[in-house]
């Protein structure tokens, strides 16, 4: 067992600086595309699908030598249970068909039991626990990012009907939230319990907001479920809010024990503001496309940026994308690996 | 004449704090979706009418009690005389049917001569200074912005060509950014000869680079085109690097008098750290959206928060979306006025 990456989410000392990346298992990756391809099913065939889902989650692990594992899902699954109707729509991404915008609509939701409504999610876990050699992380969204799809219907460019319930009708935001953090709270309690061994809360969408309203409208919702989280589990939590530099005074109280932080911040200056906290980040997806040796400079001078860390763990400030060279991905593990080697 | 907002840019005592916003004259106005419809032309053809250009800019203005006026026009437009074929699509935005991505590409790019190729608006800035009680903002794309439109075809989500030329074709990527600096520099030049009081360069989208890809390749080019200005010009320069929080740093040496700043970032804490530059922003657009009273509030707390600025230009931190009912507007800049008032 490897467990490098769940020191250094504690702070601890660790022998090198441990990697894994953000949709590490996803589509850059051609025996991905074979799996996805294989039963005709759809993206969210895919996701209900345990022996499958051991499978992509396994192959990043084993093809790079990465730190850690990530649960093969999709932030959006525990909404279906809550009651909306999901689609994936190629090229343009997830649609709710009915999205939230009245009392009727939140009112409407339900608060569901994981292990009864995802078993497929448990199911995976188990599974994966009996094969990997490194940590697996379980995750989901963060209220404000979901609630974000559920009422915009879809991704969104300045999430209007989001910000206008927010300011128009509080409470009917917040009713909505509350039921959402609600959902979430119990769904990353049952990951845990499968066997999940560190929790990621993806707030996709945080950097959208001005500090005063995430402050009103994003963040409580994530320290409840933290703190919920909190007694019953003692799993390493990461909190990542995603362009979400001007908002870290506000994402440090958030409980969580790890940070994680986009490309848009020189990890140094970050690193001065976070506190107590780790840190996990941040090179440019896109730096994955700098030829070997600039991208292995690059690496060397991120690695060095953040030896002032309570702790780090290596990743890329957001996901990688479906373009990017396979072997781009080796060179960038092996590189973390060699130049963090404590000697 | 009404110079409060000239005043505000170089840094000079004013009796209240000038106000205008960032695409003032545009869709969310009945009376300029009756210009723009008048004539059956397209946005483009709008854009290269002095007559009705003259008429949307002024509309705002009067309509509103705006203490400056822009230009109506677009970044895209001295793109078309260099040589690239513009289109507006319905929906999808800019689109350049033909991308730069070879060194041919880029040695087929010209530099023209801003007179000869784009008099409508030399001729549109002349219309308006003889109606303008208050001054007139001429404007241009950044050099890195509007590469991104030529490099990507239009918009884009990740910007994965625009970097893969940064990162594996440094040299084409600075010949192409040379070229679009040249004819830049003088277009604003032009404009300021032909009448523009202040010049707003934008950086829509320097917000998606690391500090380090941006202080390398997109900071010079802004750096070069304002340091020709100087030569020619005493008009004061802004400079508005959108999702720039993290790039304060390097945008301080751009060599502007005013920094525009986006909503996503305190403006108390950014004006902490611009040092001697004035600064313009940064209410969320979609704070247009608060019912009245909590509008005013947000209004009154930002002029607070920005009351140790050297000067402070109050505007919303993007442009204003075309769902925002007029009347929102008119608040907005009565408050602005009523509170930013000196006794």
Not at 89 to 117: M, N
Request: with cysteine; charged share 25%; hydrophobic share 40%.
């Amino acid at each position: 067992m490897n467990d490098t990456f769940l020191k250094a989410c504690r702070g601890e000392k660790t022998e090198y600086t441990p990697v894994w990346i953000m949709r590490q298992a996803g589509r850059y990756l051609p025996q991905y595309l074979e799996v996805r391809g294989r039963g005709k099913g759809t993206f969210l065939d895919l996701c209900k699908d345990p022996a499958r889902c051991t499978e992509v989650t396994l192959q990043p692990v084993d093809f790079f030598n990465m730190d850690a594992a990530i649960l093969f899902s999709d932030i959006l699954i525990p909404m279906e249970p809550m009651g909306m109707n999901l689609e994936f729509h190629e090229g343009r991404g997830p649609v709710f068909t009915d999205p939230i915008r009245s009392r009727k609509d939140v009112e409407a939701l339900v608060i569901p039991d994981p292990e009864a409504t995802m078993p497929f999610v448990m199911e995976t876990i188990k599974l994966l626990r009996a094969e990997l050699k490194v940590p697996l992380i379980g995750f989901s969204g963060a209220p404000f990012t979901l609630a974000t799809y559920l009422i915009e219907g879809g991704s969104s460019k300045v999430f209007l009907e989001t910000k206008k319930m927010m300011f128009q009708a509080p409470e009917l935001y917040h009713n909505l939230l509350q039921k959402i953090t609600d959902c979430t709270s119990l769904y990353l309690q049952a990951q845990a319990k499968a066997g999940a061994q560190t929790l990621q809360i993806f707030d996709s969408w945080a950097g959208i907001l001005a500090p005063v309203d995430y402050a009103r409208f994003a963040l409580p919702y994530v320290q409840s479920i933290i703190n919920d989280l909190r007694k019953v589990t003692d799993v390493p939590i990461i909190y990542f809010a995603n362009n979400g530099s001007t908002l870290i005074e506000h994402t440090m109280t958030a409980g969580a024990d790890v940070l994680g932080l986009d490309w848009r911040i020189n990890i140094k200056k970050a690193i001065a503001r976070v506190g107590d906290h780790v840190v996990q980040g941040n090179l440019d997806p896109i730096a994955l496309f700098l030829p070997e040796e600039d991208l292995k400079q690059r690496i060397k001078q991120l690695l060095e940026d953040a030896r002032e860390a309570k702790g780090h763990i290596f990743n890329l400030g957001h996901g990688v994308v479906p373009q990017t060279p396979p072997d781009q991905v080796r060179i960038t593990v092996d590189a973390v690996h060699e130049f963090s080697a404590r000697a």
